[in-house]
């Protein structure tokens, strides 16, 4: 599973890299990191920065018959290129939609992957939990603790904005060669017909048929009040 996040992420093993404060960064930068359980331990990898140009071929390579990525290696690629690959090919393989989960007040990582493990369990989907630094109690407690984690929350809306933008500008681009295919299709069909209705009707149909990947958010208790301001 990747966890997406704007808390500050240091050195260390397992969940303890994952702080209660935003990345020094600022607040809307975003760090993907990969997790697995073994047995009671937590395996943490962060996803690295840029892409080399031999990683970004080894992913088209890799890829080509589900995803067909027309990009371009020569380009600035980054690591968020290979999860998107690596979530969208498991939901298209395993016939699975795409939940964002975001959390609410109180919860620490311990708290957001327990929860996204039991949504995937539940209702057959794959979940990128969304986490921003709620530390809840911490070493303040009552009123001030909830004030204190609505405060992160107002903050963490810009890194929830640039990790949709980010999800989306991926769907786009590794549906893009789809898109061509219908196109060409949907053109040589109606080459000789003036039936625009029944044309862009074709096209829907067939784009549905292809790309079956739904993608969902939800949002628990005070992430709905990150959401609010994310829209704002």
Same mark, same amino acid.
């Given at each position: ?20 404060? $935003?990345?020094?960064?600022? $607040?809307? !930068?975003?760090?993907? %990191? ?11 990898? @962060?996803?690295?920065? =840029?892409?080399?140009? @031999? ?5 088209? !390579? ?10 371009? $290696? ?15 090919? @498991? ?17 620490? %990582? ?16 794959? %979940?990128? $939990? ?26 963490? +809306?810009?890194?929830?904005? =640039? ?12 549906? !893009? ?34 790309? +079956? ?20």
């Amino acid at each position: 599973m990747y966890i997406i996040t704007n808390r500050v992420i240091s050195k260390g093993k397992g969940l303890k890299i994952f702080g209660d404060t $935003p990345s020094p960064s600022g $607040p809307n !930068e975003l760090r993907a %990191v990969k997790v697995n359980k073994k047995g009671s331990s937590w395996i943490t990898e @962060q996803v690295k920065d =840029r892409l080399t140009q @031999q990683e970004v071929e080894e992913l088209v !390579e890799k890829y080509k018959g589900e995803l067909n990525l027309n990009i371009d $290696p020569n380009k600035n690629w980054y690591g968020s290129l290979e999860v998107a690959c690596e979530v969208f090919h @498991q939901a298209k393989t395993e016939g699975k939609s795409i939940l964002i989960f975001v959390h609410g007040y109180n919860n620490d %990582v311990t708290d957001v992957l327990k929860t996204a493990y039991e949504l995937e369990k539940l209702y057959n989907v794959v %979940v990128i $939990p969304f986490t921003w630094p709620a530390n809840g109690g911490g070493i303040i407690s009552g009123t001030a603790s909830y004030l204190s984690d609505k405060s992160d929350a107002r903050a963490s +809306s810009g890194a929830l904005n =640039r990790f949709v933008g980010k999800l989306q500008s991926f769907h786009l681009l590794l549906n !893009e060669f789809a898109k061509s295919r219908i196109k060409e299709i949907v053109g040589i069909k109606f080459k000789d017909k003036n039936n625009p209705m029944a044309e862009a009707e074709l096209y829907s149909k067939l784009m549905e048929k292809e790309c +079956s990947i739904k993608i969902n958010l939800l949002c628990h208790s005070m992430g709905n009040y990150l959401l609010k301001h994310s829209l704002i």
